[in-house]
Nanobody, 125 residues
């Protein structure tokens, strides 16, 4: 079992940057593949990025590839999402999630075992 808490969201102008953090409690963080998802008003939750247990393998949605970078620091039990060149369409609540089964976080949100509370990211035009 792991508890996840996102932070780092806020209001930023288009073209700006934010770094989201997901702090995990517990002593088994390194055993979880991790993912980032987002949900905008009126839209379904969508996959953003995933990272393997070791951090060696990363996966991104086409919409954020080249702009976002997912990373993790297992010694600090923390997952990160560096977001650059932000666009208004990036506006959403961002969630981190943990999967204790698969080595690389899946795209399907139903496969994740644990979720954070979410953090709001708003990008103005």
């Amino acid at each position: 079992q792991v508890q996840l808490v996102e932070s780092g969201g806020g209001l930023v102008q288009a073209g700006g940057s934010l770094r989201l953090s997901c702090a995990a409690s517990g002593r088994t963080f390194s055993t979880y593949a991790m993912g980032w998802f987002r949900q905008a008003p009126g839209k379904e939750r969508e996959f953003v990025a995933a990272i393997s247990r070791s951090g060696a393998i990363k996966d991104y949605a086409d919409s954020v590839k080249g702009r976002f970078t997912v990373s993790r620091d297992n010694a600090k039990n923390t997952l990160y999402l560096q977001m650059n060149s932000l666009k208004p369409e990036d506006t959403a609540v961002y969630y981190c999630a943990a999967d204790d089964v698969r080595g690389l976080g899946p795209h399907n949100s139903d496969e994740y075992n644990y979720w954070g509370q979410g953090t709001q990211v708003t990008v103005s035009s």
